[in-house]
Protein backbone atom coordinates (compact mmCIF):
# COMPACT_ATOMS: atom_id res chain seq x y z
CA UNK A 1 0.00 0.00 0.00
CA UNK A 2 2.00 2.30 1.20
CA UNK A 3 5.47 0.82 0.09
CA UNK A 4 7.21 1.72 3.29
CA UNK A 5 10.80 0.06 3.80
CA UNK A 6 10.99 -1.82 6.63
CA UNK A 7 14.44 -2.61 7.57
CA UNK A 8 14.96 -5.12 10.42
CA UNK A 9 18.03 -4.33 12.65
CA UNK A 10 19.56 -7.21 14.23
CA UNK A 11 20.51 -6.44 17.91
CA UNK A 12 22.63 -8.56 19.91
CA UNK A 13 21.29 -9.34 23.74
CA UNK A 14 22.16 -6.07 25.91
CA UNK A 15 21.97 -3.68 23.18
CA UNK A 16 20.20 0.20 24.91
CA UNK A 17 16.91 0.42 22.72
CA UNK A 18 16.49 4.09 21.96
CA UNK A 19 13.10 5.30 22.47
CA UNK A 20 12.91 5.91 18.70
CA UNK A 21 13.81 2.51 18.60
CA UNK A 22 10.81 1.15 20.71
CA UNK A 23 8.75 3.23 18.47
CA UNK A 24 9.60 1.65 15.69
CA UNK A 25 9.47 -1.81 17.23
CA UNK A 26 5.66 -0.87 18.65
CA UNK A 27 4.52 0.24 15.30
CA UNK A 28 5.97 -2.54 13.54
CA UNK A 29 3.70 -4.89 15.36
CA UNK A 30 0.52 -2.59 15.32
CA UNK A 31 0.65 -2.70 11.83
CA UNK A 32 0.95 1.02 12.07
CA UNK A 33 3.88 1.07 9.63
CA UNK A 34 1.78 -0.34 6.96
CA UNK A 35 -1.35 -1.64 6.82
CA UNK A 36 -1.78 -5.45 6.71
CA UNK A 37 -3.55 -7.87 4.83
CA UNK A 38 -5.59 -10.10 6.94
CA UNK A 39 -8.74 -10.80 8.08
CA UNK A 40 -10.47 -8.39 11.14
CA UNK A 41 -10.68 -11.79 13.06
CA UNK A 42 -6.85 -12.21 13.19
CA UNK A 43 -5.96 -8.99 13.76
CA UNK A 44 -8.07 -8.89 16.78
CA UNK A 45 -6.40 -11.74 17.53
CA UNK A 46 -2.79 -10.48 16.96
CA UNK A 47 -3.68 -7.72 19.51
CA UNK A 48 -4.52 -9.83 22.19
CA UNK A 49 -7.92 -8.26 21.84
CA UNK A 50 -8.77 -4.24 21.22
CA UNK A 51 -10.18 -1.97 23.76
CA UNK A 52 -13.81 -1.56 23.39
CA UNK A 53 -15.72 1.17 25.85
CA UNK A 54 -16.67 3.21 22.53
CA UNK A 55 -18.68 0.94 20.52
CA UNK A 56 -17.38 2.06 17.02
CA UNK A 57 -13.60 2.20 18.64
CA UNK A 58 -12.35 -0.66 16.72
CA UNK A 59 -13.67 -0.20 13.95
CA UNK A 60 -11.27 2.98 13.55
CA UNK A 61 -9.11 1.12 15.28
CA UNK A 62 -8.78 -1.88 12.29
CA UNK A 63 -8.86 0.39 9.24
CA UNK A 64 -5.64 2.09 10.50
CA UNK A 65 -4.36 -1.32 10.49
CA UNK A 66 -5.60 -2.84 7.63
CA UNK A 67 -6.08 -2.44 4.20
CA UNK A 68 -9.02 -1.85 2.45
CA UNK A 69 -10.87 -3.09 5.78
CA UNK A 70 -14.95 -2.90 5.43
CA UNK A 71 -16.95 -2.76 8.83
CA UNK A 72 -19.26 -5.07 7.35
CA UNK A 73 -17.00 -7.88 8.06
CA UNK A 74 -16.33 -6.66 11.13
CA UNK A 75 -20.35 -6.99 11.78
CA UNK A 76 -20.95 -9.90 10.18
CA UNK A 77 -18.32 -11.82 12.78
CA UNK A 78 -20.66 -10.33 15.75
CA UNK A 79 -23.78 -11.75 13.91
CA UNK A 80 -21.93 -14.99 13.81
CA UNK A 81 -21.21 -15.35 17.44
CA UNK A 82 -17.51 -15.20 16.12
CA UNK A 83 -16.46 -11.91 18.12
CA UNK A 84 -17.86 -10.35 21.53
CA UNK A 85 -16.92 -7.58 23.70
CA UNK A 86 -16.28 -8.42 27.27
CA UNK A 87 -14.41 -7.15 30.59
CA UNK A 88 -11.07 -8.72 30.50
CA UNK A 89 -7.71 -6.98 31.48
CA UNK A 90 -7.72 -4.02 33.55
CA UNK A 91 -11.10 -4.96 33.94
CA UNK A 92 -12.47 -2.91 30.79
CA UNK A 93 -14.18 -4.09 27.70
CA UNK A 94 -12.60 -5.72 25.38
CA UNK A 95 -13.43 -6.61 21.73
CA UNK A 96 -11.91 -10.49 21.66
CA UNK A 97 -12.55 -13.30 19.31
CA UNK A 98 -15.08 -15.63 21.05
CA UNK A 99 -11.85 -18.14 20.58
CA UNK A 100 -9.64 -15.78 22.71
CA UNK A 101 -12.55 -15.36 25.00
CA UNK A 102 -13.07 -18.39 26.26
CA UNK A 103 -9.09 -18.57 26.61
CA UNK A 104 -8.30 -15.16 28.24
CA UNK A 105 -11.83 -14.33 30.27
CA UNK A 106 -10.49 -17.30 33.02
CA UNK A 107 -7.07 -15.91 33.23
CA UNK A 108 -8.01 -12.29 33.99
CA UNK A 109 -10.56 -13.22 36.79
CA UNK A 110 -8.62 -12.72 39.35
CA UNK A 111 -8.23 -9.51 37.73
CA UNK A 112 -12.16 -8.53 37.76
CA UNK A 113 -12.17 -9.89 41.43
CA UNK A 114 -9.50 -7.68 42.55
CA UNK A 115 -11.13 -4.70 41.02
CA UNK A 116 -14.74 -5.10 42.24
CA UNK A 117 -13.28 -6.13 46.09
CA UNK A 118 -11.69 -2.07 45.77
CA UNK A 119 -15.09 -0.67 44.65
CA UNK A 120 -17.79 1.21 46.68
CA UNK A 121 -20.03 -1.32 45.14
CA UNK A 122 -18.25 -4.59 47.55
CA UNK A 123 -19.06 -2.52 50.39
CA UNK A 124 -22.64 -1.97 49.86
CA UNK A 125 -23.48 -5.34 49.87
CA UNK A 126 -20.86 -6.27 52.31
CA UNK A 127 -22.82 -9.88 54.55
CA UNK A 128 -24.90 -10.93 51.33
CA UNK A 129 -24.64 -14.33 49.97
CA UNK A 130 -22.70 -13.83 47.20
CA UNK A 131 -22.46 -16.94 45.66
CA UNK A 132 -26.56 -16.91 45.61
CA UNK A 133 -26.13 -13.40 44.38
CA UNK A 134 -24.15 -14.59 41.14
CA UNK A 135 -26.29 -17.69 40.60
CA UNK A 136 -30.20 -15.84 40.59
CA UNK A 137 -27.44 -13.17 38.47
CA UNK A 138 -26.09 -15.24 36.18
CA UNK A 139 -30.22 -17.13 35.65
CA UNK A 140 -31.54 -13.39 34.82
CA UNK A 141 -28.95 -12.42 32.41
CA UNK A 142 -29.35 -16.26 30.35
CA UNK A 143 -33.28 -16.03 30.81
CA UNK A 144 -32.79 -12.65 28.43
CA UNK A 145 -30.29 -10.11 27.94
CA UNK A 146 -30.68 -7.39 30.43
CA UNK A 147 -29.31 -3.80 31.01
CA UNK A 148 -27.56 -2.70 33.96
CA UNK A 149 -31.17 -0.81 35.42
CA UNK A 150 -32.99 -4.22 34.23
CA UNK A 151 -30.43 -6.20 36.03
CA UNK A 152 -30.45 -4.41 39.40
CA UNK A 153 -34.55 -3.99 39.84
CA UNK A 154 -34.01 -7.90 39.27
CA UNK A 155 -32.40 -8.75 42.09
CA UNK A 156 -33.53 -5.94 44.68
CA UNK A 157 -36.85 -7.80 44.13
CA UNK A 158 -34.88 -11.13 45.74
CA UNK A 159 -32.57 -8.80 48.18
CA UNK A 160 -34.25 -5.91 48.62
CA UNK A 161 -32.15 -4.47 51.86
CA UNK A 162 -28.87 -4.21 49.06
CA UNK A 163 -28.72 -1.52 46.72
CA UNK A 164 -29.76 -2.71 43.43
CA UNK A 165 -26.88 -1.23 40.97
CA UNK A 166 -24.17 -2.58 43.56
CA UNK A 167 -25.76 -6.14 42.82
CA UNK A 168 -25.82 -5.65 39.40
CA UNK A 169 -22.14 -4.57 39.45
CA UNK A 170 -20.97 -7.33 41.37
CA UNK A 171 -23.10 -9.67 38.81
CA UNK A 172 -21.27 -7.47 35.78
CA UNK A 173 -17.50 -7.84 37.28
CA UNK A 174 -17.90 -11.40 38.69
CA UNK A 175 -19.57 -13.29 35.93
CA UNK A 176 -18.21 -13.60 32.22
CA UNK A 177 -20.49 -11.13 31.28
CA UNK A 178 -20.37 -10.39 27.55
CA UNK A 179 -22.75 -7.51 25.51
CA UNK A 180 -24.24 -9.03 22.65
CA UNK A 181 -25.52 -7.21 19.35
CA UNK A 182 -26.63 -4.77 18.23
CA UNK A 183 -24.71 -3.04 20.94
CA UNK A 184 -21.10 -3.16 19.03
CA UNK A 185 -22.42 -2.69 15.06
CA UNK A 186 -21.17 0.05 13.05
CA UNK A 187 -24.67 0.28 11.05
CA UNK A 188 -26.53 0.32 13.90
CA UNK A 189 -26.53 0.02 18.12
CA UNK A 190 -28.40 -0.74 20.66
CA UNK A 191 -28.27 -0.26 24.52
CA UNK A 192 -25.96 -1.91 26.81
CA UNK A 193 -27.20 -5.27 27.87
CA UNK A 194 -25.37 -8.18 29.09
CA UNK A 195 -25.71 -11.67 29.25
CA UNK A 196 -22.88 -14.99 30.07
CA UNK A 197 -20.66 -16.02 27.39
CA UNK A 198 -21.80 -19.26 28.20
CA UNK A 199 -25.50 -19.13 27.24
CA UNK A 200 -24.23 -17.05 24.15
CA UNK A 201 -22.13 -19.47 22.74
CA UNK A 202 -23.51 -22.68 24.45
CA UNK A 203 -20.45 -23.51 25.79
CA UNK A 204 -18.48 -23.71 29.18
CA UNK A 205 -15.23 -21.68 30.25
CA UNK A 206 -12.25 -23.32 30.66
CA UNK A 207 -9.97 -23.86 33.81
CA UNK A 208 -7.98 -20.45 34.16
CA UNK A 209 -3.91 -21.55 32.79
CA UNK A 210 -0.84 -19.76 33.80
CA UNK A 211 -0.56 -16.71 31.92
CA UNK A 212 2.90 -17.83 30.18
CA UNK A 213 1.15 -17.73 26.95
CA UNK A 214 -0.46 -14.13 27.50
CA UNK A 215 2.60 -12.59 28.11
CA UNK A 216 4.63 -14.25 24.82
CA UNK A 217 1.35 -12.84 22.70
CA UNK A 218 1.43 -9.62 24.50
CA UNK A 219 5.38 -8.94 23.48
CA UNK A 220 4.74 -9.95 19.92
CA UNK A 221 1.98 -7.10 20.02
CA UNK A 222 3.84 -4.74 22.50
CA UNK A 223 7.29 -5.60 22.96
CA UNK A 224 9.84 -5.24 23.68
CA UNK A 225 9.07 -4.32 27.09
CA UNK A 226 9.69 -4.44 30.77
CA UNK A 227 7.37 -6.32 33.89
CA UNK A 228 5.96 -2.91 34.32
CA UNK A 229 4.45 -2.69 31.23
CA UNK A 230 3.47 -6.46 31.36
CA UNK A 231 1.06 -5.59 34.16
CA UNK A 232 -0.06 -2.49 33.09
CA UNK A 233 -1.40 -3.95 30.17
CA UNK A 234 -3.07 -6.65 31.87
CA UNK A 235 -3.04 -5.81 35.62
CA UNK A 236 -2.08 -9.26 36.58
CA UNK A 237 -0.25 -10.13 39.38
CA UNK A 238 2.92 -12.51 39.78
CA UNK A 239 4.09 -11.59 36.36
CA UNK A 240 7.86 -11.16 37.07
CA UNK A 241 7.79 -14.76 38.30
CA UNK A 242 6.55 -15.61 34.40
CA UNK A 243 9.30 -13.63 33.07
CA UNK A 244 11.66 -15.48 34.82
CA UNK A 245 10.32 -18.42 33.68
CA UNK A 246 9.93 -17.53 30.19
CA UNK A 247 13.24 -15.70 30.19
CA UNK A 248 15.70 -18.78 28.43
CA UNK A 249 13.25 -18.48 25.53
CA UNK A 250 13.43 -14.65 25.18
CA UNK A 251 15.96 -11.85 24.39
CA UNK A 252 16.57 -9.17 26.74
CA UNK A 253 17.53 -5.42 26.08
CA UNK A 254 18.16 -2.15 28.07
CA UNK A 255 16.13 0.89 27.25
CA UNK A 256 18.05 4.41 28.04
CA UNK A 257 16.88 4.77 31.30
CA UNK A 258 18.62 0.86 32.33
CA UNK A 259 15.46 -0.96 32.73
CA UNK A 260 15.03 -4.50 31.43
CA UNK A 261 13.48 -5.25 28.26
CA UNK A 262 12.05 -9.00 27.00
CA UNK A 263 11.08 -9.85 23.79
CA UNK A 264 10.49 -12.49 21.70
CA UNK A 265 13.93 -12.97 19.48
CA UNK A 266 12.38 -13.09 15.91
CA UNK A 267 10.02 -10.45 16.68
CA UNK A 268 10.40 -6.99 14.38
CA UNK A 269 12.80 -4.43 15.80
CA UNK A 270 13.07 -2.32 12.65
CA UNK A 271 15.65 0.36 11.89
CA UNK A 272 14.95 3.60 14.40
CA UNK A 273 15.02 5.64 11.02
CA UNK A 274 11.92 3.87 9.23
CA UNK A 275 9.44 6.21 7.40
CA UNK A 276 6.69 6.24 9.83
CA UNK A 277 3.27 7.71 8.11
CA UNK A 278 0.57 9.56 9.79
CA UNK A 279 -2.20 7.58 11.37
CA UNK A 280 -5.91 8.40 13.62
CA UNK A 281 -6.21 6.29 16.30
CA UNK A 282 -9.57 6.26 18.48
CA UNK A 283 -10.59 6.86 21.66
CA UNK A 284 -8.50 4.43 24.59
CA UNK A 285 -6.71 2.35 21.48
CA UNK A 286 -4.60 0.14 23.22
CA UNK A 287 -1.35 1.98 21.61
CA UNK A 288 -1.60 4.50 24.35
CA UNK A 289 -2.39 1.93 27.36
CA UNK A 290 -0.40 -0.66 27.13
CA UNK A 291 3.10 0.35 29.04
CA UNK A 292 4.16 1.92 32.04
CA UNK A 293 6.29 4.38 30.40
CA UNK A 294 4.18 5.38 27.12
CA UNK A 295 6.85 7.75 25.69
CA UNK A 296 7.64 5.32 23.28
CA UNK A 297 4.07 6.49 21.46
CA UNK A 298 3.24 9.40 23.95
CA UNK A 299 5.77 12.27 24.06
CA UNK A 300 5.85 14.39 27.57
CA UNK A 301 4.99 17.83 26.16
CA UNK A 302 1.76 16.03 24.48
CA UNK A 303 0.57 13.49 27.15
CA UNK A 304 0.39 17.18 28.99
CA UNK A 305 -2.13 18.86 27.24
CA UNK A 306 -4.21 15.25 26.08
CA UNK A 307 -7.44 16.05 27.11
CA UNK A 308 -8.69 12.59 28.44
CA UNK A 309 -8.40 9.63 26.33
CA UNK A 310 -9.42 11.07 22.93
CA UNK A 311 -8.89 10.41 19.50
CA UNK A 312 -5.45 10.64 18.59
CA UNK A 313 -2.84 10.84 15.62
CA UNK A 314 0.97 9.97 15.02
CA UNK A 315 2.92 11.72 13.03
CA UNK A 316 6.43 10.00 12.46
CA UNK A 317 5.48 7.78 14.78
CA UNK A 318 4.55 9.44 18.27
CA UNK A 319 1.16 11.21 18.92
CA UNK A 320 1.44 14.70 17.56
CA UNK A 321 -2.61 15.62 19.12
CA UNK A 322 -5.77 14.60 19.02
CA UNK A 323 -8.87 14.86 16.75
CA UNK A 324 -12.70 14.82 17.35
CA UNK A 325 -15.38 14.88 14.44
CA UNK A 326 -17.53 18.39 14.83
CA UNK A 327 -21.01 17.77 13.14
CA UNK A 328 -23.41 19.75 12.33
CA UNK A 329 -26.66 19.12 10.16
CA UNK A 330 -25.35 18.68 6.69
CA UNK A 331 -21.40 18.65 7.01
CA UNK A 332 -18.87 17.44 9.23
CA UNK A 333 -15.83 18.42 9.89
CA UNK A 334 -12.54 16.84 11.29
CA UNK A 335 -10.93 19.05 14.22
CA UNK A 336 -7.34 18.46 14.52
CA UNK A 337 -5.71 19.92 17.96
CA UNK A 338 -1.70 19.17 17.46
CA UNK A 339 0.37 19.92 20.43
CA UNK A 340 3.52 19.71 18.45
CA UNK A 341 4.48 21.53 15.05
CA UNK A 342 2.74 20.41 11.99
CA UNK A 343 4.24 21.41 8.88
CA UNK A 344 4.71 21.36 5.34
CA UNK A 345 5.12 17.55 4.06
CA UNK A 346 4.06 16.24 7.30
CA UNK A 347 0.93 18.54 8.21
CA UNK A 348 -0.14 17.84 4.46
CA UNK A 349 0.12 14.08 5.00
CA UNK A 350 -1.38 14.40 8.32
CA UNK A 351 -4.58 16.06 6.55
CA UNK A 352 -4.62 13.80 3.11
CA UNK A 353 -4.54 10.77 6.02
CA UNK A 354 -7.71 13.12 7.46
CA UNK A 355 -9.78 12.84 4.68
CA UNK A 356 -9.24 9.25 4.11
CA UNK A 357 -11.01 8.56 7.86
CA UNK A 358 -13.35 11.07 6.95
CA UNK A 359 -14.19 9.33 3.91
CA UNK A 360 -14.08 5.66 5.72
CA UNK A 361 -16.74 6.99 8.35
CA UNK A 362 -18.87 7.80 5.68
CA UNK A 363 -18.95 5.03 3.36
CA UNK A 364 -22.28 3.18 2.62
CA UNK A 365 -23.79 2.15 5.83
CA UNK A 366 -21.83 3.94 8.28
CA UNK A 367 -23.82 6.63 6.95
CA UNK A 368 -23.48 9.67 10.13
CA UNK A 369 -21.45 11.90 7.70
CA UNK A 370 -22.20 13.87 5.06
CA UNK A 371 -20.06 16.50 3.83
CA UNK A 372 -16.59 17.01 5.11
CA UNK A 373 -14.11 20.20 5.37
CA UNK A 374 -10.72 19.51 6.91
CA UNK A 375 -8.45 22.43 8.28
CA UNK A 376 -5.69 22.65 5.82
CA UNK A 377 -4.06 26.14 6.85
CA UNK A 378 -1.13 26.62 8.52
CA UNK A 379 -2.89 29.16 10.55
CA UNK A 380 -6.03 26.99 11.69
CA UNK A 381 -3.91 24.48 13.20
CA UNK A 382 -2.04 27.12 14.95
CA UNK A 383 -5.41 28.11 15.96
CA UNK A 384 -6.45 24.82 17.40
CA UNK A 385 -3.03 24.55 19.36
CA UNK A 386 -3.90 27.93 21.36
CA UNK A 387 -7.04 26.57 21.61
CA UNK A 388 -6.38 23.64 23.26
Not at 105 to 124: K, N, W, Y
Not at 197 to 219: C, M, N, Q, S, T
Not at 303 to 331: E, M, S
Request: aromatic share 6%.
Amino acid sequence: MSGTAVIIVAMPAGTVLTTRALNRALLARQHLLERAVMPATAMIEHLVGMQAQVPQQPYVALWSRLRDFDPAELEAHFDAHEVVRMGVMRSTLHLLTTRDALRIRPSTQSVLERVFRSTSFARDIDGIDREALLAHGRALVEEQPRSGAELAAALRERWPGYSGPSMSQAARYLLPMIQPPPRGLWTRTGRATTTTIEHWLGRHLPEAEPPDELVLRYLGAFGPATVADARTWSWLTGLREVFERLRPQLATFRDENGRELYDLPDAPRPHPDTPAPPRFLPEYDNLGLSHADRSRVIPAPVAARLTGWVGTFLADGFVHGQWRVDQAKNAATLVLQPFLPLEGETQAAVVAEGERLLDFMARPGGGRLVEFGVARKPEALRAATTEA
